[in-house]
């Protein structure tokens, strides 16, 4: 398997514009979780999916934020509109909540809102 | 609620000495417990899980954890470090099949080594 694949693995952007962060999980897995890291909070849960429908969006910063899953193999991070205080890595993981509990990470996006 | 604990921020040890990274957990059970690794500019990965059994798991590139009921931890262990282990260490608590909460990262322990 490719393991979890996310796009694009940076972005550049003006603050204002609107960003879209992609993630593929591994086939077969039936839970999505987003995540941002930065510096200052470490690695933050922002959202996650089970069976493509949110369970938990409580780490959702704000409504600029919004995510989807609109089928089992692919999900959008949405920032509309970016503000430079968004500026981090976000990851998107997937697991199989039937069999275990670990997630497994993709390589990360690299955002920085100017 | 539940919880994870590394209470320390950056660990330094020489090249070729052990390692012990702290973790402890708040939870009410006994819930899953694992430890990822991130290199720089890299995702998480697996170092290893530990489910029921065998307090004693053998991850990969060398760690091992145990796990302490008494003293609700997980820590980890290497008795020789290289270089190549400079990294981020995150401890995590996940709920067990039945469980209902999220799984829960620990703030981090940075590893440097020294030649």
């Known amino acids: 398997d490719a393991g979890v694949i996310q796009s694009p693995r940076h972005e550049v952007t003006e603050m204002g514009q609107e960003v879209t962060l992609r993630c593929k999980p591994i086939?077969?897995?039936?839970?999505l979780f987003w995540y941002r890291q930065t510096m200052m909070r470490g690695l933050e849960l922002l959202i996650y999916f089970n069976n493509n429908v949110p369970i938990d969006d409580s780490g959702m910063p704000e409504d600029r934020f919004s995510a989807k899953m609109p089928n089992a193999s692919f999900s959008t991070l949405k920032i509309q509109p970016s503000e430079p205080r968004d500026s981090a890595v976000y990851f998107c993981?997937?697991?199989?909540?039937?069999?275990?509990?670990?997630?497994?990470f993709g390589p990360g996006t690299r955002l920085l809102v100017l | 609620a539940q919880s994870v604990t590394q209470p320390d921020i950056h660990i330094t040890v020489s090249e070729g000495a052990s390692l012990e990274l702290r973790c402890n957990y708040s939870?009410?059970?006994?819930?899953?417990l694992f430890w990822y690794v991130q290199s720089p500019g890299q995702g998480l990965q697996l170092l290893l899980k530990?489910?029921?059994?065998?307090?004693l798991v053998q991850g990969i590139k060398g760690f091992e954890a145990e796990f302490k009921r008494s003293q609700s931890s997980f820590n980890l262990r290497k008795p020789s470090v290289h270089w190549s282990d400079a990294a981020e260490y995150f401890c995590?608590?996940?709920?067990?099949?039945?469980?209902?909460?999220?799984?829960?990262f620990g703030a981090g322990t940075r590893l440097f080594v020294k030649a």
């Open positions: 939870y009410g059970a006994t819930p899953y």
């Open positions: 993981a997937s697991s199989d909540r039937d069999k275990e509990e670990t997630q497994y």
């Open positions: 530990y489910f029921s059994g065998d307090t």
């Open positions: 086939s077969g897995h039936n839970s």
């Open positions: 995590a608590v996940g709920p067990p099949l039945s469980g209902g909460f999220k799984t829960i």
